[in-house]
């Protein structure tokens, strides 16, 4: 089992920044990849960014250039620094772990609002 904890979600106005953390125990060592996930009222919950356990990443096409993800291993905990936020971001992110079981993880999810 792999737990997760989110935090640094909040309202912001439109061009500014967030960074999301998310601190995963546990299991640890079995997870493969950690990512950002989100979901605004009415929409499909949608990838954001991901990061393998090698550091490789992708990005949602709409954020790249702006949000950048990144993992503390030795801390367990995966980062999503987002700037030049616009309300189009607005919505629930989720921190997801995949791990070498294939069981996907999931935290409770924090909100980010963008005002314009």
């Known amino acids: 089992q792999v737990q997760l904890v989110e935090s640094g979600g909040g309202l912001v106005q439109a061009g500014g920044s967030l960074r999301l953390s998310c601190a995963a125990s546990?299991?640890?060592?079995?997870?493969?990849?950690m990512g950002w996930y989100r979901q605004a009222p009415g929409k499909q919950r949608e990838l954001v960014a991901i990061?393998?356990?090698?550091?490789?990443?992708n990005y949602l096409a709409s954020v790249k250039g702006r949000f950048a993800i990144s993992r503390d291993n030795a801390k367990n905990t995966v980062y999503l620094q987002m700037n030049s936020l616009t309300p189009e971001d607005t919505a629930v992110y989720y921190c997801?772990?995949?791990?070498?079981?294939?069981?996907?993880?999931w935290g409770q999810g924090t909100q980010v609002t963008v005002s314009s």
């Open positions: 546990g299991r640890t060592s079995s997870i493969i990849s």
């Open positions: 997801s772990a995949y791990t070498s079981s294939s069981s996907w993880y």
């Open positions: 990061i393998s356990s090698g550091g490789i990443t």
